[in-house]
């Protein structure tokens, strides 16, 4: 009984006004003083709105004191959001904007002289209804363009919006080097060609499910880490997974290293990562020469900044997710090297969060055989698809 409550609460993230702070704006007093309290005939108070958050949805439902008249606006392909206004009534706080998930990112509040306006920016990937709680009365979609603001003519006084995923889950996938850039090289063994083969099997586990697979390349082609960037910025996806196999210069240790890795963005590398960092990011460098570098280091500054904000929190996620499955098989169990973050310049998009694997050694002698062998490489591309489905399938419930 206390199990399955305590599950609950954690699958149901219900969110309390009261805790976000609002901003300093009077506005509301402003409008309080304009227009006498006795025309407003509703009022909207921060507990009064309820908003709970799942995986592939959110709810929020709006309890006014007195119904009121509603209007609702499809704007999203114009301004990206769609909103309702409650006529003549005022709000018990500030003007706002609450941050929900990712189906739903935001909701802002604002304060109009004859109205109160919730706007909803949703995922571009979402459909929404807008409902009386009550009757079940579903208010229809108004026009931005209508010269005449109309409400819809049916009051209400408790207003449910919901918010639910429409389209399937999208995943880009992302096997390191290509062409003329085989990555790592251990005698026969190429990085280029072993990570293409897992990525190849990831996609085929993926086949069927409600994950779209969209590959960087698909053959033994080059593709420099700026144009793979810019792929990943021209699609919406979900999450982008980078594939890449790990060598050790093997003077430099008693026992070579083995073992998988994953890897979010930093804007930093600890000292046992910057080598792998630089590793992997060697062929951009080297292909831009120093100026465009330079140039390159000051807009990666930037943009770290800005994705570390947006995605930072969902990499490191989506790493642990990745880190649980894996540990479930008996080889990545015995050979893991954790959950870690470094500044790869492939995983620079700021529409969505990226993570890279490090599946392994491609130069450790027994585990450079493994990660040879088609039957390890479709091994890792089922654990691939599997942690991909668990990241996804998991990621709203945990988000802040
Ligand atoms: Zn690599």
Redesign the pocket.
């Known amino acids: 009984m206390r199990n399955s409550s305590r599950s609950l609460a954690k699958r149901w993230k219900v969110f309390d006004l009261r805790r976000s702070a609002p901003p300093c704006l009077p506005a509301v007093a402003l409008v309080v003083l304009l227009f006498p309290l006795a025309a407003w005939g509703s009022v909207l108070d921060s507990e009064a709105i309820q908003i709970v958050a799942l995986p592939d949805a959110s709810r929020v439902t709006l309890r006014l004191t007195a119904p009121a008249q509603v209007r609702v606006v499809d704007a999203v392909q114009s301004h990206g959001c769609f909103f309702i206004d409650l006529y003549s009534v005022q709000a018990g706080f500030q003007d706002k904007v609450i941050p929900v998930n990712h189906i739903l990112r935001s909701i802002r509040i604002q304060t109009y002289p004859k109205a109160l306006r919730l706007q909803f920016f949703p995922d571009e990937r979402t459909s929404f209804r807008v409902a009386e709680a009550e009757t079940g009365y579903l208010y229809p979609l108004g026009d931005l363009t209508a010269a005449k603001f109309v409400p819809s003519g049916h009051p209400a006084r408790t207003i449910v919006v919901e918010t639910t995923r429409s389209r399937r889950w999208r995943v880009i996938l992302d096997p ?2 290509g062409g003329k850039d085989p ?2 090289v251990s005698g026969k063994r190429r ?1 280029k060609d072993v990570v293409l083969a897992i990525v190849r099997s990831a996609q085929r586990n993926l086949s069927g499910t409600d994950v779209d697979v969209i590959l960087t390349r698909k053959s033994d082609t080059y593709r420099s880490l700026g144009s793979r960037r810019d792929f990943v910025e021209e699609i919406e996806g979900d999450l982008f997974v980078s594939i ?2 790990n060598a050790a210069h093997r003077k430099r240790y008693q026992t070579p290293p083995s073992g998988i890795e994953f890897y979010y963005l930093s804007k930093t590398a600890s000292p046992d990562t910057a080598a792998l960092a630089e590793a ?1 990011n060697r062929e951009d460098e080297e292909r831009l020469g120093p100026q465009q570098n330079a140039q390159w280091n000051a807009m990666m500054s930037h943009l770290i900044e800005d994705i570390l904000r947006e995605h930072r929190s969902s990499g490191a996620r989506a790493c642990q997710a990745f880190n649980q499955v894996f540990s479930r098989d008996p080889y990545f169990r015995a050979h893991n090297r954790g959950v870690k973050s470094a500044p790869f310049r492939v995983l620079t998009n700021r529409m969505m969060p990226a993570i890279l694997v490090e599946v392994g050694y491609i130069d450790h002698p027994a585990e450079g055989r493994l990660l040879a062998s088609p039957d390890f490489q479709d091994r890792t591309g089922r654990l691939l698809a599997q942690s991909i489905r668990h990241y996804l399938t998991h990621q709203a419930s945990s988000q802040n």
Do not use: T
Request: charged letters at 25%; glycine letters at 24%.
């Open positions: 390191g080097h990555g790592a990085e890449h196999a992997e």
